[in-house]
């Protein structure tokens, strides 16, 4: 399977803590991307991390790339319980019609 | 303003009915998707067209047929649901290729077959 696996399943921390979700998949990708899900609501993009990039930064996240190791992390420092959600990490893999995949997702809980 | 939209929000229908669900983007995107996303959470895609054609078709049944009247729209027909098929919808799209954009979605639509 191409999908991203993300770790952990389940996350609860205290707010103004940081929360690190990791995500590791199986094949070489176009760029790998980070997701996050409110309850009853759609996915919204996050940030979108390219084959050649290491680092991004968007706000208080922060994405790093390890194509060596075949693995994303995704850190949110200072945590609010506003970012209470659903985080998944998608891979575009190289090759004819490539598509997003999308992992299972981690649930993140902030406690306020 | 919405991006894009998807209706209906909710649909409960019973087995072996048709269904449709509709969607639009205001984006200006060239690329739109359907992806069901099942109790588990697990997102998977299902179809995907780019200027009204089909692109990607996963390993769906023939009961599923996507109709893309123009690259603004993308809807979903469903013939005889199943019990299976409950789940939840989303609708998205994005500008040029997937390998460099990244997905907008529509808040789903929660199809229940009882």
């Known amino acids: 399977s191409q999908q991203g696996e993300e770790d952990p399943q389940a996350l609860s921390i205290q707010e103004g803590e940081n929360a690190t979700m990791n995500c590791s998949y199986k094949?070489?990708?176009?760029?790998l991307q980070w997701y996050r899900q409110n309850s009853g609501r759609g996915l919204v993009h996050l940030i979108l991390?390219?084959?050649?990039?290491r680092e991004k930064h968007s706000g208080r996240l922060r994405v790093t790339l390890d194509t060596s190791k075949k693995s994303s992390s995704l850190l949110i420092t200072a945590s609010r319980a506003a970012d209470t959600a659903s985080y998944f990490c998608?891979?575009?893999?190289?090759?004819?019609?490539?598509?997003?995949?999308f992992g299972k997702g981690i649930t993140l809980s902030v406690r306020p | 303003d919405t991006a894009v939209s998807q209706t209906p929000k909710y649909l409960v229908t019973q087995m072996g009915n048709d269904k449709s669900i509709k969607c639009e983007q205001n984006?200006?995107?060239?690329?739109m998707y359907w992806y069901k996303q099942d109790s588990k959470k697990f997102l998977k895609i299902m179809f995907s067209?780019?200027?009204?054609?089909?692109?990607i078709n996963e390993t769906v049944p023939n009961r599923f047929s996507p109709k893309s009247p123009d690259k603004a729209h993308l809807n979903l027909h469903i013939n005889s649901l199943e019990l299976g098929d409950s789940a939840v919808y989303f609708c998205?799209?994005?500008?040029?290729?997937?390998?460099?954009?990244?997905?907008?979605f529509g808040n789903g639509t929660r199809l229940t077959v009882t």
């Open positions: 998608a891979t575009s893999h190289t090759g004819a019609n490539s598509k997003l995949t």
């Open positions: 094949t070489s990708i176009n760029n």
């Open positions: 991390i390219r084959s050649n990039e």
């Open positions: 984006l200006g995107h060239d690329t």
């Open positions: 067209y780019n200027n009204k054609e089909l692109i």
């Open positions: 998205a799209s994005s500008d040029g290729q997937i390998y460099n954009s990244p997905l907008h």
